[in-house]
């Protein structure tokens, strides 16, 4: 098992049904490869640093997952299909995770939640990065 | 023989941010932060005038492209011009 870093840019035309059905059909095959989700972020509404497909805004969603390279390849394979994603990419940010990684990651991205709910406070995020930063690499189309 | 004029006196040390505070994290999706380090005209500053370490500044790096990738910070230019 993986761990592995996906945003995917949706079209601003995209409704709230079209945005649902594709963050359910990728927490569907990230479970199906019997992977597990350690935070799904709607970012909303970005301004883009250059146009995409002819689109100036797009709409971001972060998710951070263990899995296999299996299932990032059929995520990718997905989005490649699909119109409404603009652009999307993966980054690997740990080459193992085990069960227990995992769960420990899921509590410390519910713990960031609430910090975040109770307070501006986002430095809890930085302690994973720093020590997977030499492992990342990118995955593009 | 006339004395070279001390070009030192007013150049201050440059340090690299990341070592001196170890909370800075490099992160591809801290847009804030990547910004301090590209040019207006969106290129990455070079080592040798911003001042950062040769770990940090491979770091930075891989992370700007990653940033400019998803469209966080732009190849060129300001922001889409």
Known sequence: MRRYETIFILRPSAGEEEINRIVGSTTQIILDEKGSIIELNKWGMKKLAYLIKKESLGYYIFCDFAGTPDAVAEIERKFRIDDLVLKYMTIKTAGSITEEEIQLAITAVSEKATAVADGEDDDTESEHLVEDEHEEDTDEE | ?81
Not at chain 2, 34 to 50: A, H, M, Q, T, Y
Request: hydrophobic share 30%; proline share 4%.
């Open chain 2, 1 to 81: 023989m006339a004395q070279r004029p001390q070009k030192k006196l007013f150049t201050r040390k440059k340090t690299c941010r990341f070592c001196g505070d170890k909370d800075l994290a490099i992160d591809y999706k801290d847009v804030k932060t990547l910004r301090n380090f590209v040019s207006e005209r969106g290129k990455i500053i070079p080592r040798r005038i911003i001042g950062t370490c040769a770990t940090h500044q491979r770091q930075l790096c891989e992370a700007i492209k990653q940033a400019r990738q998803i469209a966080f910070l732009p190849y060129s230019g300001s922001s889409q011009g």
